[in-house]
């Protein structure tokens, strides 16, 4: 199976870090967080390019399923976003200079975006022709991809605060918090 590429560069300050969005980076103590960060953020985009990959062929199923019915338009504009979808996961994959991060995680958004244009297309095409089982595949769909991308950023954003530099706090001893 291919493997998304996120590097653990070091700066010039030697400092050791991850770039994983347009000017995001999160600067790690040690190599064993680096690499640990690393390893869930690797995961993370793995299992999003499945589920991905998974809700794209039922697009591309119904798509088939319906192509005779589509005007010529529509059916381009939805064979577009499909062919898209596939030209854009491989840059997932695609190994960068330092910094690989930030176009990895452009790329997802991307394919979020190839695969709502392509829901948004047929459910439009649903509404106008009052074609109700397609029109209810694509509100299921929809709902699909938005909890998957909702859940990713969460996940993101989770790993983020988990491997964040730890903010040093002034700790009070109850004792004397007390007798003042």
Request: net charge positive; with cysteine.
């Amino acid at each position: 199976m291919k493997n998304p590429t996120i590097q653990v560069s070091f700066s010039k300050s030697k400092n050791i870090e991850i770039y994983f969005g347009n000017n995001e980076r999160i600067k790690f103590p040690n190599k064993t967080l680096a690499k640990a960060f690393q390893f869930k953020l690797k995961r993370l985009i793995k299992d999003n390019i499945i589920s991905l990959s998974n809700l794209e062929s039922q697009i591309y199923n119904c798509y088939r399923e319906n192509y005779l019915y589509f005007p010529s338009i529509t059916g381009r504009k939805i064979l577009n976003n499909i062919q898209a979808f596939d030209n854009k996961i491989d840059f997932v994959f695609k190994e960068y200079s330092q910094g690989n991060g930030g176009f990895v995680f452009h790329s997802l958004d991307h394919l979020f975006t190839f695969i709502n244009n392509s829901i948004d297309l047929m459910t439009e095409y649903a509404q106008k022709y009052k074609s109700f089982a397609l029109k209810n595949q694509m509100y299921a769909l929809t709902n699909l991809v938005e909890m998957l991308e909702k859940d990713f950023h969460l996940k993101k954003l989770d790993l983020e605060l988990c491997y964040a530099p730890k903010r040093k706090l002034k700790v009070i001893k109850l004792k004397t918090a007390l007798n003042a």
